[in-house]
């Protein structure tokens, strides 16, 4: 029991625990942890719900990750879901209209569901490090495209023996979430703007945490690179969670029969989220299909529906910036595990997406992804307009990925005819990009500010600020820091030793 490891998709390392995985985040090889079988979690889904959502937690975290001490995870989860961070004692909610169930993953923190995950990580790597007997420090290194970077902050603001270091792009991210990033207080934290795409930060700090020369320049400091990107497998075993915690509220509410199959529907970019509810089927949760919905940068989707990967193409900056991805990191965990753990197969694909920007899957593995999963896009026009139809049908207000989850699951359901109730993962709270909302929503052309806006959406909509952002416009800025994607490697040299 519970001896399983965790391997490099790209195959020439040993397995590690779930610590080692965590704390170095990537394989030494530069391919991404996985784990090499599925324990399955034998959960009576007739009686789940009646596990808290942070009982529930623990329960997976103990099977799905380990090395660590069953004490460590009961203190990590407490710890990291219980100090009234989230606004409400739920967690996730789920919100039902019809056969339509969103679980609202946006009270976190910072309002968008990577607070899941990232309220644990920086315990978990605490915990890992002390586990390992590990005295070095750790810098965290991350790209985000709005949403990773405020809740790994907030995460891992003050953590002891940490520095964390956001690289954000410039131009695309909602006022909102800039505000959150570089108004975040810690003494070990840098936060950059680059100029450029997620994409551009996304490799250059994969490329620092594999360079030789980076590592060598951090082990002066006595330090080693991880990462709070989804690449690390410690974000992904804690997304597994609200996939089991909706599925018990379901049943609870009568909306399907306990071993009943729900579609689930993900607003994806890094592919990471919707790679979560994957690895919660091979636990035991009965999912008929997975419905992958992209922006207007669908490369991703589009893979599910052709089999060919092609990220040659124009980035688009979209009202749904948390998905502005050309190159999602995690369909390499899913090609490993569908291809029967081929990490050579693995090694070839990912090669060829470096050299040609595209690459092409073999047809069982075609005929594999495409027996589990469906793509499809919404550009801006269809999600505003979804947003305002959904408002009028139901008086839910989704936000901008949502609605692209929402509209895109509606084409499904036309074109299929396929009725399974379905799960949407609704992933961050409308009042993060309130502009696009509140303008999807009023015939209303005035140009007010984002801030003045949140007042204004909530006064329509009778819906509450949440008290995570009330005072925002008032908040000051402590981070105005600034690079080109070529100066990435410097930043990190010198965070490395500022302070030291
Ligand atoms: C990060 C994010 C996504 C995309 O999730 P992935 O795990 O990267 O696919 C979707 N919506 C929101 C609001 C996000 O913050």
Known sequence: MNSFKFVSTRGDTQGVDAPQAIVQGLAPDSGLFVPEWFPSLDFDLAKIHQLSYCNLAKQILKQWLP????????????????SGTFDTPELAPVKSFGTRHFIELFHGP?????????????????????????????????????????????????????????????????PVQKKQMTCQNGDNIFVCAVDGTFDDAQNAVKAIISSPAMKAHLAEFNGTFSTANSMNIGRLVPQMVYYFYAYGQLVHRGA???????????????????????????AGLPVNRFIVASNANCGLSDFFSTGTYNVNRDFQQTCSPSMDILVSSNLERLIYHLSGNDASQVSRLMEELKNNGQYNVPPELKTALQNNFSGGFADDTECCREIGDYYKETGYVLDPHTAVASRVLSRYQEKSGDTTPALIAATASPFKFTSTVFHALFDDCSETSDFELIHELSRRCELEIPPQIENIEAWHPLHSDHCHPSDVAEYVRNAITSGE
């Not at 090395?67 to 219980?82: C, L, P, Q």
């Not at 070095?136 to 902050?153: M, P, Q, W």
């Not at 970019?269 to 089927?281: S, T």
């Open 67 to 82: 090395g660590y001490t069953a004490e460590a995870i009961d203190a990590v989860v407490s710890n990291g879901y219980g």
């Open 110 to 174: 910072t309002l968008a569901f990577k607070d899941l995950a990232l309220s644990l990580l920086p315990h978990l790597l605490v915990e890992g490090r002390h586990l390992k007997g590990i005295s070095k420090n750790t810098v965290i290194l991350t790209a985000t495209s709005g949403d990773t970077g405020s809740a790994a902050l907030t995460g891992f603001s003050d953590v002891s023996e940490t520095k964390i270091i956001v690289f954000y792009p410039d131009r695309g991210i909602s």
């Open 256 to 282: 399907v029969a306990p071993g009943a199959p729900v579609n689930i529907v993900v607003p994806s970019g890094n592919f990471g989220n919707c790679l979560a509810a994957w690895y919660a089927r091979e």
